[in-house]
């Protein structure tokens, strides 16, 4: 693995970790679309929030959220969409399922609501330090 994979994913558990601290619920980590990958998929309150997640071991190369730019966001777009479309078939599925068979099976999905208040898509940046706990943070709201 390289260098950049391991500080990437350590990132994403960084800020797994913020994102759970704040209540939300997590829906989905890692979703995997025809167009890339979604990194944390989440529940604030009723409105649903994409997370993008960057991660550096410094600011030699910028702010990590600078990576965002407006072609990646174009593409989070389209997969939120993919993740959409993907997440109202397993609850279909999971639904039919437990009408199939009543109490026979865990629902795979409980209680998860089908109408959001809103959709919006947030950037957790993390910022490896030499010394202690990585600098987390959370731009809310950035398309």
Do not use: C
């Amino acid at each position: 693995m390289a260098k950049k994979d391991g500080v990437g994913r350590y990132g994403e558990r960084v800020a797994l970790q913020h994102v759970r601290a704040r209540g939300w619920e997590v829906l989905d980590t890692n979703w995997r679309g025809k167009d890339g990958e979604l990194d944390i998929v989440a529940l604030d309150g009723d409105v649903l929030v994409v997370i993008e997640v960057k991660t550096r071991s410094g600011h030699g190369f910028g702010h990590p959220a600078e990576a965002v730019t407006p072609r990646k966001l174009a593409r989070i777009k389209r997969l939120t969409g993919q993740w959409l479309t993907a997440f109202r078939e397993r609850l279909a599925a999971a639904r039919l399922q437990e009408e199939a068979a009543p109490g026979s099976a865990v629902p795979v999905l409980p209680n998860v609501r089908t109408r959001f208040g809103g959709i919006r898509i947030d950037v957790v940046a993390v910022t490896l330090q030499a010394q202690g706990r990585a600098v987390v943070e959370h731009l809310e709201s950035v398309a």
